[in-house]
């Protein structure tokens, strides 16, 4: 009996450790159908600490939070019990059945992957309306407000688009990201730079709120009827009061995300009138001067003026053509250069736009410049106006006399046609030529030569010696466990660093490379990275005390950063610290 009796626990106890040391990576959602309005949560549990964690591709969701990361330790009856959860908080982007794929993680060595989770997403659900409930106090306490300058403008005319983020004082926003941007698929859109913008106080809906404004969009209509002007949303991080109070009677605050948008906004484009428009409008909308003017107005043959055609005023100066000049044939012209001189505030565009034609005559004589004419569409009449320059003449002094062109008497040729040119021109010209060195350089014998020549025999024993230290650090696969573990800590540093102002990316990415390096430094498995190891291996490496300190506090800021308030000027202090402290770990450690 007592020989059945050990076996029976022998066998227990071998199937208690085997049932322990079996390796499981699972994902669970916290429902498997939900409303587009809901939120939904995704865990990753695993019982057994694991590197290089890789989740899926959430492309049919929005991630509002996380990754949040919890790990617990238990003994119960001397088993050991493990687990760590990487969290997600999701919402969906539309309606529909969509699959969130497999998540990794590499364990032991061994890469080990989630199931994949079918999730369905229905039309928006009613969410009963509790006071006490954080996401209906964040629903009832912050609004993106798009405030559209006017609603129904010609085309061609400008507006504005002024957004602004109201808060009400009973909560405080900690951070927010642009999850979508409106596309002005029918809009001429210029953005006005917002920054240094500061916080306003004002009110919405007849309550004290404060404001910031978040974007300025100036936009010209290019179609006519109805345009639609797509909102713009955001993903806000805010802290909201809870029911609850502290020790001192103070209410406590618990942290929300949650989506706003600015909402669709309809306007309706007028077409401008057709009663009265002149047959070379191109489109100008604004109120504007029109200029024609030349560098000078008597010269020598052969030599060049400019002719400045220039419009400047108020209005949609990038969007409409300036009209061409005509001028007699005997003056060479050549294609103008256009330049633009433009500013964009909320009055729309400002400045002026110019084209700059080269003019060259080739003959004595007077040449007139008939006047030019500019229409445009004033919006204060609500009429077309035409804009003309005076007649300008151009006195050539001295140069040959064109005996058959009867033009230089002032006759123009509304109809003038551009010059063609011969194709035999420039013929006389030789496009072939016989150089030859003064100084011949001759190749043979010199040092490049020679060196070209030996360099292959020097580089043999330098190839050996690469070789046989290659195979060597190839040989040697400790070192190359411990080199690999110390590049994937400098990797996850750097990662920190780019992740700086993202909270839950810098601390998980800090943590990481924290680790990685103890990996390297101490020789320890991640399973063996307790506090008081930590401390014991780097007080025998003779590190002071207050680097093993230090050390100590970066790791407990990490974990305290998923549970408290982060500004960026705190992340980048705990940055310069973790670099500071593992520099002098190196240079300590014996």
Request: net charge positive; hydrophobic share 35%; charged share 25%.
């Amino acid at each position: 009996m007592k020989f059945i009796k050990h076996i029976s626990i022998i066998v227990i106890l071998l199937v208690s450790s085997m049932a322990f040391a079996q390796v499981k990576f699972e994902a669970k959602a916290s429902k498997q159908k939900l409303g587009v309005n809901e939120r939904l949560r995704i865990d990753f549990e695993m019982n057994k600490d694991g590197d290089n964690f890789n989740p899926p591709d959430f492309s049919n969701f929005t991630v509002v939070g996380g990754p949040n990361q919890s790990v617990s330790n238990s003994w119960i009856n001397g088993v050991r019990s493990y687990k760590k959860t990487y969290s997600y908080f999701l919402a969906p982007k539309q309606r529909g059945n969509f699959t969130i794929s497999q998540a990794s993680i590499t364990i032991d060595g061994e890469t080990y992957k989630t199931t994949p989770l079918k999730i369905e997403v229905t039309a928006a659900v009613d969410i009963p309306k509790d006071p006490n409930n954080p996401n209906y106090l964040a629903s009832e306490n912050i609004h993106l407000v798009a405030e559209v300058s006017k609603t129904n403008p010609y085309l061609n005319e400008a507006i504005t688009v002024v957004y602004k983020l109201y808060v009400s004082p009973k909560i405080a926003v900690d951070n927010w990201n642009e999850i979508d941007s409106p596309r002005y698929n029918d809009f001429w859109s210029q953005n006005i730079n917002t920054q240094g913008q500061k916080v306003q106080n004002g009110t919405y809906n007849g309550e004290d709120y404060r404001f910031l404004v978040l974007r300025k969009t100036v936009l010209y209509p290019q179609k006519t009827g109805k345009l639609n002007i797509e909102p713009l949303s955001l993903d806000i991080a805010m802290r909201v009061p809870t029911n609850r109070r502290d020790i001192f009677g103070s209410l406590l605050m618990t942290r929300v995300n949650r989506t706003v948008s600015a909402g669709n906004k309809t306007i309706n484009v007028k077409p401008l009138p057709e009663a009265g428009k002149p047959l070379d409008f191109t489109g100008a909308v604004g109120e504007f001067n029109f200029d024609v003017i030349p560098s000078k107005t008597q010269l020598d043959a052969t030599e060049s003026l400019q002719l400045k055609v220039a419009v400047r005023g108020n209005g949609n100066l990038k969007l409409f053509k300036l009209p061409k000049v005509s001028l007699p044939s005997s003056l060479e012209v050549y294609e103008p250069e256009h330049n633009e001189n433009v500013k964009t505030n909320l009055g729309g565009m400002q400045g002026s736009i110019s084209d700059s034609y080269t003019v060259v005559p080739q003959y004595k004589g007077k040449y007139p410049i008939p006047s030019i004419s500019f229409s445009y569409f004033d919006l204060k009449t609500e009429t077309y106006k035409r804009l003309s320059s005076d007649e300008i003449v151009i006195n050539v002094l001295n140069g040959p006399t064109n005996t058959s062109d009867t033009e230089s008497t002032n006759i123009t040729n509304p109809n003038k046609q551009a010059i063609v040119f011969n194709n035999d021109q420039f013929a006389f010209i030789k496009t072939k030529t016989n150089f030859s060195d003064i100084k011949p350089d001759y190749f043979f014998k010199t040092k490049l030569f020679w060196s070209m020549l030996l360099l292959p025999f020097l580089a043999i024993p330098l190839a050996i010696v690469i070789r046989n230290k290659k195979a060597s650090r190839d040989a040697d696969v400790y070192g190359n466990r411990i080199r690999k573990a110390d590049k994937l800590a400098r990797k996850y540093l750097s990662s920190a660093k780019k992740s700086l102002g993202k909270k839950e990316a810098f601390y998980i990415a800090l943590e990481k490379a924290l680790h990685n390096y103890l990996k390297a430094k101490l020789h320890i498995e991640t399973s063996d990275l307790s506090k008081e190891k930590i401390n014991n291996l780097l007080k025998e490496k003779q590190v002071d005390d207050e680097v093993i300190k230090d050390f100590k506090s970066i790791l407990e800021n990490c974990e305290l950063a998923r549970y408290t308030p982060i500004d960026i000027v705190t992340m980048q202090e705990d940055y310069d610290k973790a670099a500071k402290t593992i520099s002098l770990i190196d240079k300590q450690a014996r």
